[in-house]
């Protein structure tokens, strides 16, 4: 905030927007004194304005993660990089395990929450990544590996394999990492928050299966249909810390 003059308010307004170096969008302009003439020329005012600068839409949502972390009695800084592409937050803390949380959960929460707080009165989305300790540059590159160990898997025994449940952003790597490869699809599957990704390979066969529990055998259920290894498996129990396994988080790809 500061104190601008000018003959007019129009010339109080350009001189402080030219000293500041921001365009009117970027400020508050409030008008405090209108410019008198005086009698005879005699104890004429100025005009004076006061010009405030807005907050970015970064910037707010920095203050209202600060205003949490400091609800929450969590000792944590925010460093942020605004670009016109996207918001970015890095999170600094000495306890990183509270803003990470399992599986990475508390970080997507916190994530969803900026964005939304970034995203009040615009027009156009804009896209707000949180983050700790590079916890998401590590997480896809976990995926990435995981992907393509779990696909080798299915064309070698010529079985679908399905992953656990997890958010869009984490879907879209796994279906990213395997697009290229020529003996396996991917496709995502169920209903959220429980939805998951399923690698088939070309190579499917049906699951021969050593009772008959369903009525069948030689991997055949009642009626003819084959069976598949269609099954998710079940999520692990949750525990505190670094996630680092594939797990439920937040939002739905497609």
């Known amino acids: 905030m500061a104190i601008y003059y000018g003959k007019t308010v129009e010339d109080a307004v350009i ?30 005012k100025k005009a004076k304005v006061e010009i ?47 803003l990470i949380g399992y599986r990475g959960e ?10 939304a ?4 009165g615009r027009e156009e ?15 896809e590159e976990t995926l990435i590996a995981l992907a393509n160990r779990l696909a080798d898997k299915a064309v070698r ?4 394999v399905t992953l656990e449940p997890m958010n869009p ?10 697009s290229d490869n020529p003996d396996v699809k991917t496709q995502s599957e169920g209903k959220e928050p429980n939805r998951y990704v399923a690698i088939i390979p070309n190579n ?18 009642k009626g003819g249909k084959p069976r598949y290894d269609d099954k998710p498996r079940q999520p692990r129990p949750q525990t505190s810390g670094f996630g680092t396994f594939i797990g439920n988080s937040l939002k739905g790809d497609e």
């Open 157 to 160: 025994t010529g079985r679908k």
């Open 204 to 221: 499917l066969k049906p699951q021969r299966e050593h009772d008959n529990r369903n009525g069948g055998k030689d991997g055949y259920r």
């Open 125 to 139: 989305y804009m896209r707000v990544v949180v983050d700790c300790e590079q916890y998401r540059e590590k997480r």
């Open 52 to 98: 405030t600068k807005l907050k970015t839409d970064g910037e707010r949502a920095v203050e209202f993660l600060s205003g949490l972390f400091e609800k929450m009695n969590i000792n944590a800084k925010c460093n942020l990089d605004e670009s016109f592409e996207k918001i970015t937050i890095d999170l600094v803390a000495e306890n990183s395990s509270q």
């Open 15 to 44: 001189e402080g927007l030219k000293e500041m170096d921001l365009e009117r969008g970027q400020v508050e302009i409030k008008v405090l004194e209108e410019p008198s003439k005086g009698f005879l020329g005699l104890n004429a």
């Open 106 to 115: 508390v970080l997507d929460a916190l994530q969803n929450l900026a964005s």
């Open 169 to 178: 952003y984490e879907r879209r790597i796994l279906h990213s990492a395997l």
């Open 117 to 120: 707080v970034a995203n009040t």
